[in-house]
RNA sequence: GCUCCCGUAGUCUAGUCCGGUCAAGGAUAUCGGGCCUUCGACCCGACAACGCGGGUUCGAAUCCCGCCGGGAGCACCA
């Protein structure tokens, strides 16, 4: 039996991807159980809960493969927590601490016990129900495990247990005032819910000896712990808090925003979630933070969708050119779908002496002979003014040179495309017609730009032809 | 500062627990070549690593000690 628990605070993203695929591969591996547990107790001021994000972590774990075979919320668990406490008081090992959490923390570091150190269990208890009954007000109260104040690690010395907070809870309103903290809510729910395992970040080690300490006092036995370390992608500069001010100031395009780098940012760039399954597993479950160059994970991904993408023709930046001496007879070609798979079919691509290509190849080859891919060989201008649209070559010859191969579109049926890039950039330009018969969410290579999937509220025949580019 | 963790090629990883089969394997990147119509894929080849110093041993990437470097945690957040 294993649990996820995501702070409810965003779109699940890329560096998620350990929880995610970790926790599946153990439920797989040995036919076990996966809960998804929100951590959704009430939080703090600057770590506030957003009821949407509970529908759309849900969704992000089907996306990934990985939906969880039951789900609970922490919000609901809290009375459970109450006769936990109270046995914790029992055994001597907690009191209500009163001190102003300032002083509080200066006790601590100093190793100083605050007043309250040495009540016996009745007044504790006594005290503890004055917490429960209201007594006391946010922050005056909070009841802390007796731990050892001499521990060499300062975290560790009479952690809080629960706390009084009247912040509005999206799901229970203020139906509680005491809350318990993360160490002590886990150790009594992975108890309770029966989780065998706990797979984690390695940022909750010190939570491991926390859980531990409360089941000793309590003289039950827990899961053991697993953890693994951070995952960084190079190019991904995740900040889930910059990410959620920009979906809902609107400047992203919404949670899957490429920029946001959440699984379904990936998903609309055609990245295959078996092949980020694999690429997260692939660091096993190494104690050492890592950060992979998103090369990595293209490359696992275009395994898997180079065979199926079929090839199209997208000119960016398009410059219109004549092409001079032009054979009139050479109105279309037919050209494969995909070049090592014939069985993916054929589709006839018009042609003709005006053509678009894109600037930058242009400006590139300036005054050279380029071969136009599969069609003619053609020598380009010398010259191209900035800002200047159209241009005229000159058609050299039919047979195939090997000369650089350059992408084109036809100037008579040519559509309008809308490429999204990786850092929300728009990049307009012409894509051959056959574009306009693929279905939404088809995965597509344009030769020598990369591959890219069409938005999924595209319509065939509809233009501008919209795609989310993936990877080269 | 304190606590814990981690150091194998540019990057990620296998091997470390139980020393020899590791003159270190794979992936990715890079470079070269092939494939005569993609800067993609595929095929072939090249490049390139056990952080440093001691010790134990016939033998150390693997065990021990020290050092150095990196990371994470140190909330009345999760």
Known sequence: MLRMAPFPSGALHIGNGRMIFVNDYYRRRYDGRLLLVFDDTVGSEEKRLDPEMFDLIREDLELCGAAPDAVYYKSDLIPNH??????????????????????????????????????????????????????????EAVLRLRTDLSDPDPAFRDRVLFRISDLDHPRVGRR???????????????????????????????????????WRILGVTGPPFLHWGLLRVREAKISKSKSYAEVKSGVYDGWADPRTWSFRALDRRGIDPR???????????????????????YAENRTLIDPKALRRSFVEDPVRLEVS????????????????????????VSAGSTL???????????????????????????RLDTGATSATAEFTSLENKRLPRLQWVSARDGVAVDLLGVEGEHRTGLGEAALL???????????RVGFVRLEADTRPGVEPVRACFGHP
């Open 275 to 297: 092949a980020l399954r694999h690429f997260t597993l692939s660091f096993g479950l190494s104690l050492a933070d890592i950060e992979v160059p998103a090369e990595t994970l």
């Open 82 to 139: 109450y006769p936990w406490a109270r046995r914790v008081i029992e055994a001597h090992a907690a009191y209500v601490c009163t001190c102003p959490a300032e002083l509080l923390r200066r006790n601590r570091a100093e190793g100083r016990p605050c007043p309250e150190r040495s009540q016996g269990s009745e007044a504790t208890l006594e005290a503890w129900e004055g917490m429960l009954g209201g007594r006391y007000g946010p922050g």
């Open 325 to 348: 001496g032009y054979p009139t007879s050479l109105a279309s070609v037919v050209l494969p779908n995909h070049p090592d798979r014939p069985e993916l079919g054929t589709r006839a």
């Open 437 to 447: 018969s693929s279905p939404p969410g088809e995965v597509l290579q344009f030769e």
């Open 176 to 214: 509680y005032r005491v809350w318990p903290l993360l160490e002590f809510s886990w150790a009594v729910d992975d108890i309770e819910l029966g989780v065998t395992h706990v797979v984690r970040g390695k940022d909750l080690v010190m939570e491991d000896r926390m859980q531990q300490a409360i």
């Open 356 to 382: 678009w290509l894109a600037r930058r190849d242009l400006e590139v080859h300036l005054g050279g002979e380029v071969r136009l891919k599969d069609l003619v060989n053609v020598r380009l201008p010398a």
